[in-house]
């Protein structure tokens, strides 16, 4: 039982380039989530999914896609990245409503 | 919408004594959920204790305990003999029982144990 697994823990954009972060779960949760954190801003919801198929915008959407297309898999993609988007990432499973969220170990991104 | 507000952006106490972080929250819901989520300088974040509105009783986990005021809309976490592993960011959040399972986090406080 690896719980929340995240890939890449580290990676380097160029500003325009595109790249997904891996989010992988094997306690067979429905509620998916990925998080941004920010120096001074706590986390911030990205989106989020309520079951396979199933996805939503939280409050920072824009340049950021995702898709559910199986239980235990919830990628982020970001489509041009800008130096906005420097920030750490966690994605984050739960199985309970109200029940708390497991987290991933986060992905550090920077984007120069 | 929800908002979480942690007032204290970084404290400091000794080895073995009592710390207490404040946290306050704006909702218009009746029903929800209360954590408080530690994140160590490994980052990862790690579920220390969870609250829901309807029950009175404050929760309780080991060292770490609640006082859950629901009419003055405050939730802080009390770190009973603070031990050096205690030292981490600690961040309140907030979730409705209702809809979507989103959480909203406050900013987080800074907390350092000193031997």
């Known amino acids: 039982n690896a719980g929340v697994t995240q890939t890449p823990k580290f990676q380097v954009l160029k500003t325009g380039q595109s790249m997904t972060l891996q989010c992988a779960q094997d306690?067979?949760?429905?509620?998916m989530s990925w998080y941004r954190q920010d120096p001074g801003m706590g986390l911030r919801l990205i989106h989020y999914?309520?079951?396979?198929?199933?996805?939503d915008q939280g409050e920072v959407p824009n340049g950021y896609n995702v898709s559910r297309s199986t239980t235990e898999d919830f990628p982020l993609r970001l489509l041009s990245a800008a130096p906005s988007q420097t920030s750490v990432y966690f994605c984050?499973?739960?199985?309970?409503?109200?029940?708390?969220?497991?987290f991933g170990s986060g992905t550090r991104l920077t984007v120069v | 919408a929800q908002t979480v507000t942690q007032s204290q952006p970084e404290m400091s106490v000794q080895e073995a004594e009592t710390v207490t972080l404040s946290c306050t929250y704006d909702t218009s819901e009746n029903n929800y959920y209360l954590f408080w989520y530690k994140q160590p300088p490994s980052r990862q974040m790690i579920l220390v204790i969870r609250?829901?509105?309807?029950?009175?009783q404050n929760a309780t986990e080991n060292r770490f305990s609640v006082n859950f005021q629901k009419a003055a809309k405050s939730f802080s976490l009390k770190i009973s003999d603070s031990q050096l592993g205690d030292t981490a960011m600690y961040f309140c959040?907030?979730?409705?029982?209702?809809?979507?399972?989103?959480?909203?986090f406050g900013q987080g406080t800074r907390l350092t144990i000193n031997p």
């Open positions: 959040a907030f979730m409705k029982t209702q809809g979507a399972q989103k959480l909203v």
């Open positions: 999914s309520v079951g396979a198929g199933i996805t």
């Open positions: 609250q829901e509105a309807y029950k009175q």
């Open positions: 984050a499973s739960s199985y309970l409503q109200g029940g708390g969220y497991t």
């Open positions: 306690m067979n949760h429905e509620y």
